[in-house]
């Protein structure tokens, strides 16, 4: 079954996320109260809905409980962005991550529930000066302080060999969760697939661990 997520805002970041959810494989919902916004990502997301994520009874009635996450993007406005991420929480959504324009803002996103929240200029500095120092990376994406997810060029040493061969959860305690060839994704490849020099893998796993790679 198909991992779905609802992002609320969407500009540049929350554009971005969305589509990249919806190219690895989830099932997204795209929520923006600028219709521009929401035509630009129409055919590129599951479903794009025209509405006030600052609204209860619009995030109540997108089936939030259903999803396995949420993003919210409404940094800018901080009062729907503080109702969204507290009326996802108080419904049960698991995983709530969301977007803080300042400190402050941080810390009131963090006192009502928000499991993960980002600054994404700053964090973006830190993806460039990661992708810098490693030639091997294609791009570097924090999912929380402690865990991110990359793409990596095949590692000369994998080409030939299948994931099942490499194992490499438990020699490298990652996982990869994708395989692009060109601009196809293959999402959870299959183990048995042998790798070759030409794919580019899409790994998950702690900052710790990526770094050692």
């Known amino acids: 079954m198909k991992k779905q997520f609802a992002v609320f805002g969407l ?30 990502i129409s055919e590129q997301v599951s479903y ?11 995030i109540k009635s997108l089936g939030t409980r259903n999803l396995d996450g949420v993003v919210v993007a409404v940094a800018d406005d901080m009062e729907a962005s503080v109702m969204a991420t507290l009326v996802s929480k108080e419904i049960g ?23 993960a929240v980002i600054f994404p200029e700053m964090e973006m500095g830190v993806r460039v000066a990661k992708t810098l120092m490693s030639s091997n990376f294609a791009d570097w994406i924090a999912l929380s302080p402690d865990y991110s997810i990359i793409e990596i060029a095949t590692p000369k040493e994998w080409v030939g060999k299948s994931l099942q061969q490499l194992d490499v959860r438990r020699s490298h305690d990652v996982n990869v ?27 998950i796993g702690s900052n710790y661990a990526l770094e050692k790679m």
Do not use: W
């Open 11 to 40: 500009g540049s970041f929350g554009a971005s996320v969305a589509v990249t959810l919806q190219q690895l494989g989830c099932e997204v919902v795209a929520v923006d109260n600028h219709m521009e916004h929401v035509q630009e």
């Open 93 to 115: 959504v698991p995983y709530v991550i969301a977007k803080a324009k300042n400190e402050l803002h941080a810390t009131i996103l963090k006192k009502i529930g928000a499991d």
């Open 177 to 203: 969760v994708g395989i692009k060839i060109g601009e196809e994704v293959e999402v959870n490849p299959d183990p048995e697939r042998t790798l070759q020099e030409d794919m580019t893998l899409i790994i």
């Open 48 to 58: 794009a809905i025209k509405a006030d994520a600052g609204d209860p009874e619009v």
